[in-house]
């Protein structure tokens, strides 16, 4: 068996695994509802396997990232049913919960700072000379997505798919398609394939206003950090900044075209173009920035006072976003059964991000083992608005700020290895060992900013354990 044993299946429309959306407003979910999501999802499945030909793919991803940052366990039940050699039905069952801490933009300083949490009824305190973190990061999303498959005729296929999640603050629902024409004995695949999505975004203490002055001068006790986060007050209009509405949505509409060409009996090769448009909220409301003070004396480059405390102001993004992709990947299976695969991403984007991408994988194959050592590499520059903080004398004048790192100029490193073991009855078993590593860079600031470490490193390490069947 080659590599192109599933080439007359067009490949659906939808968002991939780094872009995975969230949802539905004000539901917040526990794990054990989750669970019990999974639990009823797969049952359900189990049963349709008596009388269809259905196949099963269920996995666990574990995620921790470095310096006691977000950690996650995210289950995931798939299931495929193959009605012919063209035609297949898939759905895909995703819960995940999250927890740790997550920077919230501001900068380190010489001095602790003590920060409102988003419903503006508790708060936290970042020690001195390091990165100030929101230990408050915690949620459980749930997820489900559909895909069917099909062939017109001979020279035409099909897809169609729904997706949606949960989580306590945020939803997301889309629906995809995509039309393929085949040519040359079906050596070569034209596809185009678009999708729409609308997301609800429902901070907890009502959506900011952009660049608007954050408190820090709330009425708690120490104590009240022991809620982590968990205030269910959704309705605080009292909140510094608020625009005390329930929601806020954003529109996303993306498209693509995309050829596939089986060169020989090896080797296919694919080429694509990528149009992505997004419009409404697109901040991130639980991140600010710092105000820098630039008056001469000695506190020249430590937090603006305003009036006796430090001055932070909310982050604020553009309404509208387009990017656009370039994409190649080539995979060839050598005479030993050897796969090897390669892949090449451009994007960019108005917002002034250009990003490059290059991931490789090389499975050698064995009877009935085989292993997958890989490596992506990632760098982007940063948006024309980043800024890793503003000052007294710009805050007020700026349209536009965020100091979130991921609009930062960045650069990436996964490590990976996947092993597995196919069963001769065709089943397999499954582990993946990952390794992230993430490097920023920027303006190092001055004055008490230049002995504060602004772009700290990050690694994340990540196992995935899954059962094919």
Not at 1 to 10: E, V
């Amino acid at each position: 068996m080659t590599i192109f044993s599933s080439l007359k299946k067009p490949a659906p429309a939808g968002k991939g695994l780094e872009e995975v959306a969230v949802a539905v407003t004000n539901s917040k979910r526990s794990p054990k509802d989750v669970a019990a999501l999974l639990a009823a999802a797969s049952c359900a499945l189990t049963a349709q396997n008596a009388s269809a030909d259905w196949s099963f793919d269920v996995a666990t991803l574990l995620y921790q990232e470095s310096d006691g940052r977000v950690s996650a366990i995210e289950p995931v039940i798939s299931a495929k049913q193959e009605i012919d050699s063209e035609t297949s039905l898939s759905i895909k069952v995703v819960g995940d919960t999250l927890t740790g801490a997550s920077p919230n933009g501001a900068t380190p300083s010489t001095t602790a700072q003590t920060f409102t949490r988003p419903s503006g009824q508790a708060g936290y305190t970042s020690a001195a000379n390091t990165t100030p973190l929101d230990p408050s990061f915690k949620d459980t999303r749930g997820a489900l997505s559909v895909n069917w498959v099909a062939p017109i005729d001979r020279d035409w296929a099909y897809s169609l798919g729904g997706y949606g999640s949960v989580e306590h603050d945020y939803a997301s629902f889309s629906g995809n398609g995509s039309l393929s024409r085949y040519f040359d004995q079906k050596n070569t695949t034209l596809t185009l394939a678009t999708s729409l999505g609308l997301d609800i975004v429902s901070p907890e203490g009502g959506a900011p206003t952009g660049l608007s002055d954050i408190s820090t001068t709330n009425n708690y006790s120490d104590d009240d950090d022991d809620d982590h986060g968990e205030d269910s007050d959704h309705d605080d209009d009292d909140h510094e900044g608020g625009e005390g509405d329930d929601g806020k949505t954003k529109l996303l509409v993306d498209g693509m075209v995309g050829i596939t060409q089986i060169l020989n009996r090896q080797t296919l090769m694919q080429f694509n173009y990528g149009l992505s448009y997004s419009s409404g909220y697109l901040t991130d409301p639980y991140k600010f920035l710092s105000v820098i003070d630039t008056t001469a004396g000695s506190n020249y480059g430590g937090n603006y006072q305003l009036n006796s405390s430090n001055l932070y102001v909310y982050e604020k993004r553009p309404d509208s976003r387009v990017k656009q992709s370039l994409y190649w990947q080539t995979k060839h299976q050598f005479d030993n059964r050897d796969i090897f695969n390669i892949s090449y991403r451009y994007m960019w984007d108005d917002w002034g991000i250009q990003s490059h991408t290059v991931d490789t994988k090389y499975r050698l194959r064995f009877e009935h083992l085989y292993f997958e050592p890989g490596v992506r590499w990632y760098t982007q520059s940063a948006a024309d608005f980043y800024r890793r903080y503003l000052t007294n004398t710009n805050y007020q004048s700026v349209s536009y700020a965020t100091a979130d790192y991921r609009l930062g100029e960045l650069d990436t490193l996964t490590y990976s290895l996947r092993v597995g073991y196919k069963f001769a009855s065709g089943n397999e078993l499954y582990g993946k060992v990952s390794l992230y590593e993430q490097t920023s860079k920027g303006d190092n600031g001055f004055g008490k900013l230049t002995s504060q470490n602004l772009y700290p490193s990050m690694q994340a390490y990540m196992l995935t354990v899954g059962y094919y069947f």
